[in-house]
């Protein structure tokens, strides 16, 4: 009966492969983006006279007067 044995890897080699993976993996940054990539802008609207409607004299007006 033959005795088989198993290869198994060193510390040293499982190290370099653990390694090796990681840098395929984090070995790179991702891409660059731009700044004016960052940056929404969104045309301005007109401005709602029924929104904008609040005079802060009128109180005086209508309680004083």
Not at 45 to 51: G, I
Request: proline share 11%.
């Amino acid at each position: 009966m033959a005795h088989r044995t198993e290869l198994h890897e060193t510390p040293q080699e499982a190290a370099e492969a653990a390694a090796a993976r990681r840098h395929e993996r984090f070995g790179h940054l991702p891409e660059r983006i731009r700044p004016q990539d960052t940056v929404e802008t969104k045309p301005a609207t007109l401005p709602d006279p029924a929104r904008d409607t609040y005079n802060p004299d009128e109180w005086l007006i209508r309680y004083c007067g």
